[in-house]
């Protein structure tokens, strides 16, 4: 079985930055949220997002359908909503199926 | 937005930063999250989304051209989450 690693997070990523480049804490930091806000930025402006080696960010228009509250069973219609999805590149799922 | 343009846009808005810099942040950035997945750990990124693995179970498949049955390892697969800002902001109006 897969032995269990803990949950990398932003501070872990700006940590790495930071160890490695030697930006101060507070920059690296200020690096890892440019590069999800630019990303984001893109997205909401309707762009997928391609990083070649890891995936890709897709949207995905969705259209209106019928939902049920599971609590009350009552049917309720589901707004039409874009989502975002990402498709991870060969090589990463690759990686990841070797563990 | 592909890679180079992602490496553009964070230039343009750190103009004290050398363009190979930004690179390497970018590749740090993505590289850690990978390592991590392949690790079978797990990535939180706050409003943004998380990245996770699940298990897929072995199951018998089929060679789309033959038809002839053949056995699909199981295995583990990456997994994205979106978070709940990332899903206001893409219906924002």
């Known amino acids: 079985m897969m032995r269990s690693v803990g949950t990398l997070t932003r501070a872990d990523l700006a940590e790495t930055i930071n160890r490695k480049l030697g930006f101060s804490r507070a ?3 200020g690096l890892v949220e440019a590069i999800l806000e630019k990303i984001c930025a ?3 402006h309707g762009e997928n997002v391609k990083i ?3 995936g890709s960010f897709v949207l995905r228009d969705k259209k209106e359908r019928v939902g049920r509250n599971p609590k009350t069973g009552v049917e309720v219609p589901i707004t039409p909503r874009r989502v975002m999805t990402f498709r991870a590149s060969q090589l990463l799922k690759d990686r990841i199926a070797k563990g | 937005m592909i890679r180079s343009e992602l490496l553009q846009a964070l230039a343009k808005d ?3 930063l050398h363009n190979d810099e ?3 942040v970018v590749d740090i950035f993505f590289e850690e999250i990978a390592q991590r997945l392949a690790e079978g750990g797990r990535v939180e990124l706050r409003g943004f989304g998380a990245f996770s693995t699940r298990e897929r179970d072995a199951r018998k498949g089929r060679n789309p051209r033959t038809g002839e049955p053949v056995d ?3 295995k583990r697969v ?3 989450k979106p ?3 990332m899903r206001q902001r893409l219906n924002a109006e």
């Open chain 1, 27 to 29: 920059e690296s930091l």
């Open chain 1, 42 to 44: 893109a997205m909401t």
């Open chain 1, 52 to 54: 070649s080696g890891f």
């Open chain 2, 14 to 16: 750190n103009p004290e």
């Open chain 2, 22 to 24: 930004i690179e390497q």
């Open chain 2, 72 to 74: 699909v390892p199981g």
């Open chain 2, 78 to 80: 990456p997994y994205f």
């Open chain 2, 83 to 85: 978070g709940k800002e």
